[in-house]
T-cell receptor
Framework: DTGVSQNPRHKITKRGQNVTFRCDPI?????LYWYRQTLGQGPEFLTY????????KSRLLSDRFSAERPKGSFSTLEIQRTEQGDSAMYLC????????????FGQGTRLTVV | GENVEQHPSTLSVQEGDSAVIKCTYS??????FPWYKQELGKRPQLIID?????GEKKDQRIAVTLNKTAKHFSLHITETQPEDSAVYFC???????????FGGGTRLMVKP
């Protein structure tokens, strides 16, 4: 599968624990996005990278959230001191840096905080 | 920032009928409007998109129309089939940031 890959697919964690998710974009794509989707809602933008530079972060992204894309390839999203409200599907998407090109989504990581 | 509203939230049609989903956006600078289909437990998949320099685009049974003046765009599915049943999301992307802002989704149910 040469699409966007996310790991793990599912994560159950206890409140207060830290979790880290990984996203591997389509290889030639230089833009990478993180979104969060809760049940019955559309994806909400969290942050995006162009190559290794993090260009924008949503106000939804609290200080407990951090994302990196150190070599401009894969990205990680870490949530520290998880809360029950963090339970959601975390989606990664990638695209080429050209105006109006399609964003391809990964399968997502479903986080459940208990 | 951009705000996208989508209606209806649920839509039930008989197989063979048409379905129309409507979205409005707030940022007049938005220039790219994709539609995604998401089946239960799966990733959102692009089904059609339209850019602001085009008023209408069609791909087989699916069409999208854009009214820039009114800042709304619509998805039209003709001759619906049971496999069209899914949640559909509209989105808008402006020049700033390049991220997509999504509508709340429409759950389409096609009854055989």
């Amino acid at each position: 599968d040469t699409g966007v890959s996310q790991n793990p697919r599912h994560k159950i964690t206890k409140r207060g624990q830290n979790v880290t998710f990984r996203c591997d974009p389509i290889s030639e794509h230089n833009r990478l996005y993180w979104y969060r989707q809760t049940l019955g809602q559309g994806p909400e933008f969290l942050t995006y990278f162009q190559n290794e530079a993090q260009l924008e972060k949503s106000r939804l992204l609290s200080d407990r959230f951090s994302a990196e894309r150190p070599k401009g390839s894969f990205s990680t999203l870490e949530i520290q001191r998880t809360e029950q409200g963090d339970s959601a599907m975390y989606l990664c998407a990638s695209s080429l840096f050209l105006g109006g090109t399609e964003a391809f989504f990964g399968q997502g990581t479903r986080l459940t905080v208990v | 920032g951009e705000n996208v509203e989508q209606h209806p939230s649920t839509l039930s049609v008989q197989e063979g009928d048409s379905a129309v989903i409507k979205c409005t956006y707030s940022d007049s600078a938005s220039n790219y409007f994709p539609w995604y289909k998401q089946e239960l437990g799966k990733r959102p998949q692009l089904i059609i998109d339209i850019r602001s320099n085009v008023g209408e685009k069609k791909d087989q049974r699916i069409a999208v129309t854009l009214n820039k003046t009114a800042k709304h765009f619509s998805l039209h599915i003709t001759e619906t089939q049971p496999e069209d049943s899914a949640v559909y999301f509209c989105a808008a992307r402006g020049n700033a940031g390049n991220m997509l802002t999504f509508g709340g989704g429409t759950r389409l149910m096609v009854k055989p």
